[in-house]
């Protein structure tokens, strides 16, 4: 019997004693067996501190990015192996693709993110501030990556998506992981992970893996790492109150399983495509992956005039949905987990049949293709109605982690919002309608207890990617019983993983520590025109001081009738009085167009590829005719960018600080000028 190895301090090592059989979820075959006995997790998290920070930490964002990149592409290319296995786990082929190419699609979206991260191991967080009147003294926040490791503690339902999507934000951090996933299902996490290892993308002790128990590994915590859970509300609370992670202050994220609801508007009739689209996104949150999702749903919200018409409906799709052996084309439903989790699931449905009733389905029986209902862990999708959802608490409380879903009627949007809310915070909720009022109402009511609202209708349903879809530039989370925590989020879930710390000092000693130019720091004399200088040789702060210029009544007239933008503050024969200018004022954009007249050097051709941009472009002073000019011109960013294919110009992205100053030496006017530079090479 295959005997499944935990990957720790750089080995490939086997659990002792004869640890956990695991089970096709299909046939009831035992296919592994999982322990993690007598691994020395204390030399784990060492090694994960010792060997995989530092050599993460010596990364930039954009060296980290592509490695994520490569590790996709990778993968990629062991889908048929990733497939075979996850079949055993009752997944059918839609629910691991989910699984799979969605973990794999995670580390491509944070790949993308090295964009929006300097090419450094740190980076700002936020803006500068100016703590003194002369200019001397301010103040920014930097993020460093956490010089600790991430223990993942994951579900069973998604055995690869969950680590990746995971391990994704960590390792673009530059902090290594240690994953423990289900042992239900962790030999497919464990196949998955093999072949990462082989790989050798990820540089040693990045990545490290239990298949089995967790052990004493939360006894060895610091501040300087981070846990993270997913799974239920009850085992989240007892790895969240661990002594070692109270004493030590340990960041703590937990996605834990919630009851989240759909809404289904009061517009919405049966002639209406958004009925279809509601009993279709139900249908579907119920059937895939045997709803073992965190984010499947679990309470239907229907007017109360709707209830009956709207069950009917459902239980009808249901009825179509195709059960059995998840390698048969035919079918479209699998099996659960395990036949523990099955009995899981029929336990909480008593409960809830204290104060509900089944009007679909059955847990006593179910028909399947090609297989054996009572070998495999089977269960048909279960339809429960609740007719009075104010009166009784448990359809609120109780979650069957599987196809179960319960109906519900309300009469306002009022009693909706207040419904949604009984379930004390959930990852999601769904409202289908039509009606823009209605929407803005339910979101605004009932933000406060969902991580995320998804509002449906035919406008957007080809393109959504259903309520129970988490996306990696979306936060993943909720309050209350679903954890109070977030993942993922784009640049957001990177920041768990790092220690944002405020810095204060000079200008010019502030720029020296970020590799930002800050405004007011000291300028370096360049040399030559920096136009003149490949990406390669620009330093941060060199500063071009340009000649001046006197902007008259006749540029103004000239520009307004170029631009065709004749607003009446810019024409001399304006009464004035009672608007906020003295006389005829000059186009803000006529004013930038001028300073890029004076700071560009356009007689030759240069390394200056082309114009990328403007950001936080400013009028800060009017200037009226006469005004005199100049412009202090600074190398405030560098962003490499990584060629397209071998016939792409080598460059990169160069930030421009513009300050355009008068006689009296204010500036009036500042901006972000972004140009496209070509390396040398």
């Known amino acids: 019997m295959n005997k499944l190895q935990n990957f720790v301090s750089g080995k490939w090592v086997s659990g002792e004693g004869e640890g956990t059989a695991l089970y096709n979820a299909v046939t009831g075959d035992q296919v592994a067996i999982a322990s993690s006995k007598g691994i020395d997790f204390k030399s784990a998290v060492e090694y994960a501190r010792t060997v995989g920070n530092p050599a993460l930490r010596k990364m930039t964002f954009h060296q980290r990015g592509n490695m994520l990149k490569a590790l996709a592409l990778h993968l990629r290319t062991r889908l048929d192996k990733f497939y075979a296995v996850s079949f055993q ?5 839609a629910d691991s693709w989910i699984d799979i190419e969605g973990g794999i699609g995670n580390l491509f979206a944070n790949a993308s993110l090295r964009r929006k991260f300097p090419d450094e191991f740190f980076c700002i967080d936020g803006e500068s501030h100016n703590l003194g009147k002369n200019n001397s003294f301010m103040g ?4 460093v990556p956490k010089e600790g490791v991430v223990v993942h503690i994951n579900a069973y339902n998604f055995p690869v998506w969950g680590m990746l999507e995971k391990v994704a934000v960590n390792l673009l951090a530059g902090v290594p992981a240690i994953v423990k996933p289900a042992t239900v299902t962790s030999y497919l996490t464990e196949a998955v992970v093999r072949e990462i290892i082989s790989s050798k993308i990820l540089p040693e002790g990045a990545l490290q893996l239990i298949c089995g128990s967790a052990g004493d590994l939360l006894d060895h915590m610091t501040s300087q790492d981070v846990v993270t859970f997913t799974g239920s509300a009850s085992t989240g609370l007892k790895l969240k109150s661990h002594p070692v992670i109270l004493k030590e202050s340990v960041p703590f994220n937990m996605e834990a399983d919630s009851l989240n609801c759909i809404i289904l508007g009061t517009d919405v009739t049966p002639d209406k495509p958004e009925w279809d689209i509601f009993v279709k996104e139900v249908r579907k949150e119920m059937t895939v992956k045997a709803g073992q999702k965190c984010t499947a749903i679990r309470r239907i919200f229907v007017p109360e005039n709707k209830i009956e018409d709207m069950w009917k409906a459902i239980a009808s799709s249901l009825s179509q949905t195709t059960i059995g052996n998840p390698l048969n084309e035919k079918v479209r439903m699998g099996s659960l987990a395990g036949k523990e989790q099955r009995e899981e699931v029929k336990a909480q449905v008593q ?3 204290a104060s509900s009733q089944i009007i679909y389905g059955s847990l006593d029986s179910v028909e399947v293709i090609d297989a054996d209902s009572n070998k495999g862990a089977f269960l048909s999708p279960v339809l ?9 608490t448990a359809a609120h409380e109780v979650e069957a982690f599987g196809p179960v879903s ?3 009627p309300y009469k306002t949007m009022d009693d909706a919002i207040a419904l949604s809310k009984k379930g004390k915070g959930s990852l999601c909720s769904s409202i289908v309608t039509t009606n823009e009022s209605l929407a803005k109402q339910y979101v605004l009511g009932a933000a406060t207890h969902h991580g995320r609202i998804l509002v449906l209708n035919s406008d957007c349903a080809k393109e959504s990617t259903g309520h129970g879809s988490p996306l990696p530039l979306l936060v993943h989370g909720g309050p209350g019983r679903a954890g109070g925590g977030e993942e993922m989020g784009g640049v957001r879930g990177v920041k768990h993983y790092m220690q944002r710390v405020a810095i204060q000092g000079s200008p010019t000693m502030i720029t020296a520590i970020t590799n930002v130019y800050q405004q007011n720091a000291k300028g370096k004399d360049p040399g030559k025109h920096p136009f003149k200088k490949y990406f390669e040789e620009l330093q941060i702060g060199d500063q071009l001081i340009t000649e001046k210029r006197v902007i008259t009544s006749e540029d103004i007239d000239r520009f307004a009738d170029l631009s065709g933008d004749h607003f009446y503050a810019h024409l001399k024969d304006t009464d004035f009085t009672g608007t906020m200018f003295e006389k005829q004022v000059a186009h803000g954009y006529f004013i930038i167009s001028a300073a890029a007249g004076l700071f560009v050097d356009s007689y030759e051709k240069n390394p200056v590829l082309l114009n990328y941009g403007i950001d936080e472009l400013r009028f800060t002073k009017p200037v009226y005719p006469g005004t005199e000019i100049h412009i202090r011109f600074t190398c405030k960013e560098k962003l490499p ?8 110009i080598p460059k990169g992205i ?9 006689e009296t030496g204010e500036v009036t006017g500042v901006a972000t000028i972004l140009t496209m530079v070509a390396k040398r090479s």
Do not use: C, R, S
């Open 384 to 392: 429960l109605m609740n007719e009075k959802p104010f009166a009784t």
């Open 406 to 408: 319960t109906i519900m």
């Open 654 to 662: 160069v930030k421009w600080l513009v300050e355009i100053i008068d």
């Open 89 to 93: 786990t009752g997944a059918t082929k």
């Open 351 to 353: 409960k809830l049949l």
């Open 140 to 143: 920014t926040h930097i993020l």
């Open 641 to 648: 960018q990584d060629p397209k294919d071998e016939n792409d």
